[in-house]
């Protein structure tokens, strides 16, 4: 009996210890499986102090660290200790503390980005989502010696991408980014090869003009200035050595301040509002200029940029090229570009204007949602520069079945624009300004995807003037009468291959009585109608054009030609 007791506690301590290890064995992967090591940006600069521990101090020092340390999605371009002790030593300073702390805060904020931006979503120009500082960065590609790299801002190279932390990813850089604080009239004299160019901004009064900062709190993109510089060499090509010459060939009124004056409207010509980039300028058909009406053409010839090139009357007129390798320089207040040939205003005719109302600057910023297939974003009104309405909805960019085998959403760049409860009391009165149009006379035709229920019924209206006819998004496409004959009746396909959840309507035809860019609104006139509405394309196409042709690719960047 006493035996039968030893062996039975025995074994009873036995399955004590058996279900305690496999308690603890379990206990450990739930522990494991429900804990995300995963470090964020500041944890991880902490575990590589060997490499980034001076990139580290600016952060602690500036009180950047913590927030770097939080939940989000952020992109850090990460300059090494290398890096930095080279940055220290451009500024005089012997350690990070001696840097003053403004200048260590714009130095920090212009390496981090408020969005998770891998390599595999870079082009070759900018980034479409601008640093904390307010400056976007550029990227680019060298080669040296067989050995490709990426750039950033034109100096620094990536030595390490695409590390992934908790809240973001990390490129590692081996070279500091500067904060571009010299102006527009500052950052073109400092260049050896633009003198003459820095010369007619100076008798002509456009160099003040360009050296003036941005005023505090209105550093938008409207703000900001974009010039078209040619260097000493492009001058010297045209005959133009010096600016004596220069007055000679364009100073019609011998007074190059007078706004009328030839070599005025020369140098105005160059300077375009906004901040254009050449990302920018490659998605635009035309940009205004500062010489009064006067627009300068753009089109994209596989990677060359080109400034002006037309046909007229069966002659091609070509284009002035735009220097990508030189272009892209960051001022305080704008950016310069170069051209590699000079020119003058070029007096335009009509020309067609293809508006993607979803091809706005606050979508575009979104690089993880603009035209990347299966992506929505919805923004509230506050956020829009060139879009307004009343209401409390937000506008949303809709890409979602963009390549979908049901092929519903395939309009042109295979995204539209979708407008929620658009009816009277709710969106409401939404306009939006358009790209440069030409002086001229044009048909504007809307495509839209159609609503098969609730639609509102829509009256257009081209700068506070209504147009004739209205549209109804109950109306599908259709293909059962030719086109042209759809044609006379104030419908047509926009897009191919043809696709009856898309219609476009004739809403009638405008004056165009200035070059620049213009207001449509879209008005519901529904009362309790309308669950939500769906834009493609706005075209404005001269009288004279075809009207059919080309049509656009659906789900593609391309234009169809018959």
């Given amino acids: 009996m006493k035996r039968f007791l030893t062996i039975s506690r025995l074994m009873r301590l036995t399955l004590v210890v058996l279900l305690t290890i496999v308690f603890q064995n379990c206990s450990s992967d739930k522990i494991k499986e429900s804990t995300d090591e995963t470090v964020n940006i500041t944890g991880f600069l902490k575990e590589n102090k060997e490499d980034y521990s001076l990139f580290l101090e600016v952060l602690e020092i500036t009180n950047y660290a913590s927030f770097m340390n939080t939940y989000g999605t952020y992109t850090l371009f990460l300059p090494t200790n290398a890096a930095v002790q080279q940055y220290l030593k451009d500024v005089g300073a012997a350690s990070v503390k001696d840097v003053p702390l403004k200048d260590l805060q714009d130095f920090a904020k212009l390496h981090i980005l408020d969005a998770k931006i891998n390599t595999t979503a870079f082009t070759d120009g900018k980034i479409a989502t601008p640093s904390l500082y307010g400056q976007f960065l550029i990227t680019g590609a060298t080669n040296v010696n067989g050995v490709s790299s990426t750039t950033i801002n034109k100096t620094a190279k990536i ?232 209401g409390p909805d937000v506008l949303t960019y809709d890409c979602s079945a963009k390549g979908s085998s049901a092929n519903l959403d395939r309009g042109w760049h295979g995204d539209v624009i979708e407008i929620l409860r658009h009816r009277t009391g709710n969106t409401q009165n939404i306009a939006f300004k358009t790209p440069v149009i030409i002086k001229g006379k044009y048909k504007v035709w809307i495509s839209y995807r159609y609503q098969s229920q609730k639609a509102p019924l829509v009256k257009v209206y081209f700068n506070g003037q209504a147009l004739p006819r209205l549209i109804n998004f109950l109306e599908g496409g259709s293909n059962a009468l030719p086109e042209r004959v759809l044609e006379s009746q104030g419908y047509k396909s926009h897009i191919s291959p043809f696709n009856n959840r898309f219609n476009t309507r004739l809403c009638g035809i405008i004056d165009v009585p200035t070059t620049g860019r213009h207001t449509i609104t879209l008005e519901s006139l529904s009362p309790s109608a309308g669950v939500v509405s769906w834009i493609d394309v706005i075209e404005f196409r001269p009288i004279d054009m075809d009207q059919i042709y080309p049509r656009f690719e659906a789900g593609g960047d391309g234009l169809i030609y018959q």
């Fill in 159 to 390: 030595v390490t991408s695409n590390i992934e932390v908790g809240n973001g990813v990390i490129h590692v850089i081996d070279k500091a980014l500067r904060v571009a604080n010299k102006t527009l009239s500052q950052t073109i004299e400092s260049d050896p090869s633009l003198t003459l160019f820095t010369e007619a901004l100076k008798v002509t009064g456009w160099y003040d003009k360009l050296n003036q900062p941005i005023p505090e709190g209105k550093n938008t993109i409207d703000n900001y200035l974009t010039v078209l510089t040619q260097t000493n060499d492009v001058f010297k090509a045209a005959g133009i050595n010096s600016i004596a010459d220069l007055k000679a060939k364009y100073s019609h009124l011998g007074d190059p301040t007078n706004p009328q004056d030839s070599l005025n409207l020369f140098v105005s010509y160059r300077v375009l509002p906004r901040l254009q980039y050449l990302a920018d300028l490659a998605v635009t058909q035309a940009v205004e200029t500062k010489a009064p009406l006067e627009v300068i053409g753009v089109k994209l010839s596989k990677d060359t940029l080109l400034l002006n090139e037309e046909t007229f009357n069966g002659v091609l007129e070509k284009g002035i090229v735009v220097n990508r390798e030189k272009s892209d320089v960051t001022a305080s207040n704008g950016v310069v570009n170069f051209v590699n040939k000079n020119f003058f205003i070029k007096k335009r005719l009509p020309a067609p204007v293809y508006f993607d109302v979803a091809d706005q600057p606050e979508f575009r910023q979104l690089s993880a949602v603009f035209r990347k297939p299966g992506n929505r974003a919805a923004l509230k009104k506050e956020l829009f520069s060139d879009v307004t309405w009343e």
